[in-house]
Antibody
Framework: QVQLQESGPGLVEPSETLSLTCTVS????????WTWIRQPPGKGLEFIGY???????DFNPSLKSRVTISVDTSKNQFSLTLSSVTAADTAVYYC???????????WGQGTLVTVSS | DIVMTQTPLSSPVTLGQPASISCRSS???????????LSWLHQRPGQPPRLLIY???NRFSGVPDRFSGSGAGTDFTLKISRVEAEDVGVYYC????????FGQGTKLDIK
């Protein structure tokens, strides 16, 4: 059974950089794409970006200038960095696996990141 | 961006009765490869979303057959043939023909 687990600080100060890692277990990181999605408290879902194990990636146009996603196949992990954060970036951040059907079939439990001083 | 619009935003239903959620996209979701990348997800309170349906009408592994998806082009529907208590929560459609975007969500609760 594929499992994903997000890890990283739960509190980030405004203007700083948010950094999260997703560890994939129970399956290979190859042959899929790996995504980050976020959900502000009480609101809907927003796709942040995705990366293939080859390294090619794409990002939400509204976040593109601040987002980096990387993958470490040797550790079965992929990571998200979001720079210059504001309170508007407070959200539950999910990592998820994407397949050739372009659906996200396995999700992490999510991690709440609060931007506050 | 492709905008996804769901209706209704809230749907009180009676246990054992059917339910239906609509999702409309601002442009056709038919990709140049001929596929339509429209999926449906369900999120229970405090839980991550889980995949129900992919490519319009294909049920994901373990999803009960009371869930079905249909549609084409810009108009899509998720149907639950007989609502059970575990079906409460928020349902999202998601397109991935272009950069992925979600509908705003439809909250299903029991009358």
């Amino acid at each position: 059974q594929v499992q994903l687990q997000e890890s990283g600080p739960g509190l980030v100060e405004p203007s700083e950089t948010l950094s999260l890692t997703c560890t994939v277990s129970g399956g290979s990181i190859s042959n899929y794409y790996w995504t980050w999605i976020r959900q502000p408290p009480g609101k809907g879902l927003e796709f942040i970006g995705y990366i293939y194990n080859s390294g090619s990636s794409d990002f939400n146009p509204s976040l593109k200038s601040r987002v980096t996603i990387s993958v470490d196949t040797s550790k079965n992990q992929f990571s998200l960095t979001l720079s210059s954060v504001t309170a508007a970036d407070t959200a539950v951040y999910y990592c998820a696996r994407g397949t050739y059907t372009r659906a996200t079939d396995y999700w992490g439990q999510g991690t709440l990141v609060t931007v506050s001083s | 961006d492709i905008v996804m619009t769901q209706t209704p935003l809230s749907s009180p239903v009676t246990l054992g009765q059917p339910a239906s959620i609509s999702c409309r996209s601002s442009q056709s979701l038919v990709d140049s490869d001929g596929n339509t990348y429209l999926s449906w997800l369900h999120q229970r309170p405090g839980q991550p979303p889980r995949l129900l349906i992919y490519k319009i009408s294909n049920r994901f592994s373990g999803v009960p057959d009371r869930f079905s998806g249909s549609g084409a082009g810009t108009d899509f529907t998720l149907k639950i043939s007989r609502v059970e208590a575990e079906d409460v929560g928020v349902y999202y459609c998601m397109q991935a023909t272009q950069f992925p975007t979600f509908g705003q969500g439809t909250k299903l609760d029991i009358k």
